[in-house]
């Protein structure tokens, strides 16, 4: 996938929509991403800790049993097996790499169920850096033990009391401390959202998600690529590193989001922290509050990318249901013995209920496991209660 324009666009999506204070800050984190990204020893650096720390490359598993039942040859790639289990490692110690380089030994983020915040503060750790995570207060009772997750791991959570008091107010924060510390801070944004460079900066920090599973695909495939190539939309970031592997294939790419969290299949253009993108709002811009069983899919909006990816039709969008949702957790966990983060979960969704359907039978397909669903147990306990198997319903 091309870099954006120089107004850092993809189409009509993107560019930079910030207050005039924090231009030059944009600029300037563009100017040594660009630097950083054609330095062959930053390369060198960040593969090396991926490597040793973060466990890359993460493996692809062929999925016999799931396979012999749904008529295609299911390939999932393995993020769940990353170090902190998702692909958000990839993301945030290509962005503390670049903050060193850049100077600043300060990290600031914003987090709504936790998962970029506790990444955030893992990267931060490594690097001895100072991080402060704002987080809406809602959002820290709901999920306390990421709080302390984040605290044992050496960062302050900050939580925010104003609005609704959720993720949106804490972007609005996490802004707010940018512009006044600036100079020795870097604001690390968790998906690929936000204004230029950062959704083209947090898709090349993944697109090490799709190189590594194209040439994974090939050797299993002796040489040949997938049919379909599959992933889970929140703000988008797995799903665009690993695009980024396949656009030059003849894979058909599919993004899927969760039904409550739809900003491109139902969402509208507008303007919202700092991109133009789809996002869900109502007739007067009012932005809606997204739903969905899993936290880090419901986003109001999503990267510009995508928004051009589905209007080029390059890729296509589908949504999941939360029951087709769980059923499919299930299914992976019976089947793989592989219990997928519910996130994942609706990419592997999307699949069981269209493979022999718009999926041909035969067809091979590979779906990025995002993450691990350990922190999402108690919730389907509660949800499905313990009765029956996920064989009986699905
Ligand atoms: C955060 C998260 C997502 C959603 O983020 P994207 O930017 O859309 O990738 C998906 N899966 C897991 C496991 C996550 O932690």
Partial sequence: MPAPGPDGRFGEFGGRYVPESLVPACMELEGAFRDAW?????H??????????G?????LTECSRLSDRLGVRLLLKREDLAHTGSHKINNVIGQALLARRMGKRRLIAETGAGQHGVATATAAALFGMECVVYMGEVDTERQELNV??????????????TGSRTLKDAVNEALRDWVASVEGTHYCIGSVMGPHPYPWMVREFQRVVGDEALDQCRAILDGGEPDWVVACVGGGSNAAGTFAGFVDTGAALVGVEAEGGAAITRGTPGVLHGMQSHLLQDEDGQISEAESISAGLDYPGIGPEHAHLAASGRARY???????VVSAFRL???TEGIIPALESAHAI????REAGRSIPEGSTVMVTLSGRGDKDVAQVRD????EGSAADGA
């Fill in 318 to 324: 589908e949504r999941a249901q939360d029951a087709e």
């Fill in 38 to 42: 054609a330095d062959p020893s930053f």
């Fill in 55 to 59: 466990g890359r490359p993460t493996p």
């Fill in 44 to 53: 060198a650096e960040l593969d090396g800790i991926l490597r040793d720390y």
């Fill in 349 to 352: 969704a999307w699949v069981v």
């Fill in 148 to 161: 302390f997750r984040m605290e044992l791991l050496g960062t302050e959570v900050r939580p925010v009391r």
């Fill in 332 to 334: 992976l966990a019976e």
């Fill in 383 to 386: 949800l499905v209660g313990r």
